[in-house]
């Protein structure tokens, strides 16, 4: 048995979404009285939830809630994103809500982990060019991005930014093999030969 979908995450692009602000940590992006639900499929309904909320509260639209960012694929994010708290289910609220890249000045190394293991690439900008590039994605919506993970660079309206990311992370995206589940499928015979031979899982003990 073997997956027919390539795992393998080359390119990104797409519009983007711009998030202001420092520090914004997993406890924002996915509030925890989500953290109940059995399945990850509905997060993405949810993400920043208890923030647009309070940005609806005040008159102000929310960046995940303005229609000009619907279908938006590439987050632009400032430092630390993704700091708190380690729930996977932030990684997931994103991805789930159409995010397939994001990039900012730093992250969390828990939340970038989590993202790495679900194809999402987390990518770095120095911070003058993180700013430059918020700044092009708020002031135009359907400003088209591309992250190309292969050339390690980040497009943006005319512009090219240097991003950085861990070179085994980059290689595991450009490689497919950040998909773990994809890689024991590719062993299956062999995980079977191995698990044939243990006592315990076969009802009976080792001489």
């Not at 602000?21 to 059995?38: C, E, Q, V, Y």
């Not at 309206?157 to 595991?172: K, M, N, P």
């Not at 062993?187 to 044939?196: D, F, G, N």
Request: glycine fraction near 10%; charged fraction near 25%; charge should be negative.
């Amino acid at each position: 048995m073997t997956s027919t979908v390539d795992p393998r995450v080359r390119s990104v692009s797409g519009t983007t979404v711009v998030l202001d602000g420092n520090d914004i940590d997993t406890d924002r992006i996915i509030p925890a009285r989500f953290l109940k639900h059995l399945t990850f499929d509905a997060l993405g309904n949810h993400v920043f939830e208890d923030d647009r909320k309070q940005d609806h509260a005040r008159g102000v639209t929310h960046p995940f809630d303005d229609e000009a960012r619907a279908g938006a694929s590439i987050l632009l994010a400032a430092k630390n994103f993704g700091c708190g708290s380690s729930r996977e289910h932030a990684a997931q609220a994103l991805y789930r809500w159409g995010v397939r890249a994001v990039i900012g000045e730093s992250f969390g190394e828990i939340f970038r982990g989590n993202c790495g293991t679900i194809g999402l690439p987390c990518l770095t900008l120095s911070p003058e060019d993180a700013e430059a590039a918020r700044a092009i994605g708020a002031a135009d919506p359907d400003a088209v991005g591309e992250v190309d993970l292969e050339k390690g660079v980040f497009r943006l309206a005319g512009r090219e930014f240097e991003v950085e990311i861990a070179q085994s992370l980059r290689e595991a995206f450009v490689n497919g093999t950040w998909d773990t589940l994809t890689e024991l499928l590719k062993t299956s015979e062999k995980v079977s030969e191995a698990a044939a031979r243990l006592p315990y899982l076969n009802g009976f003990q080792a001489a």
